[in-house]
């Protein structure tokens, strides 16, 4: 990961509110992208708006770089078993815990949850084991 600049996390974060925020005010849903992917897989009867959301987010970052935006290299060094793996628990987690970081954390909590709070909570207690895990017990 390269330096932090202030600026793009800043406008990262209220384009990430503001699209949460405008989804729910002109449609009435939540922004949980694995309830949306889900729906949309299952091609239910009024999923345009589902499929044009997943569109935005993949169609983002090739937008960006079409107007001249330099985005970061990306480098995976992990192998595939394992890429493959960490997406399954993800998936697995989010149909456990009911959303994902998305619904849970920048939604939910926006809304003022109790089971944001507690789902949020979870997935940060989980990222910090699981780091301590790969860098300290497993020198990964």
Avoid: Q
């Amino acid at each position: 990961m390269g330096t932090f600049t202030v600026i793009p996390a800043v406008a990262g974060g209220v384009l990430i509110g503001a699209s949460a925020t405008l989804l729910l005010l002109a449609n009435g849903r939540i922004a949980g992208v694995s309830g949306i992917l889900d729906a949309a897989s299952s091609f239910r009867k009024g999923s345009g708006w589902r499929f044009a959301f997943l569109g935005g987010l993949l169609a983002s970052g090739p937008l960006l770089a079409a107007f001249g935006m330099a985005l970061p290299e990306v480098v995976i060094d992990a192998p595939f078993t394992l890429l493959l793996l960490g997406g399954l628990l993800v998936g697995f987690g989010s149909r456990l815990g009911s959303g994902c970081t998305s619904g849970h954390g920048v939604c939910g909590l926006a809304r003022g949850s109790r089971r944001s709070l507690v789902a949020t909570g979870v997935f940060m207690a989980t990222a910090v084991l699981t780091v301590f895990v790969a860098r300290h017990l497993l020198g990964a």
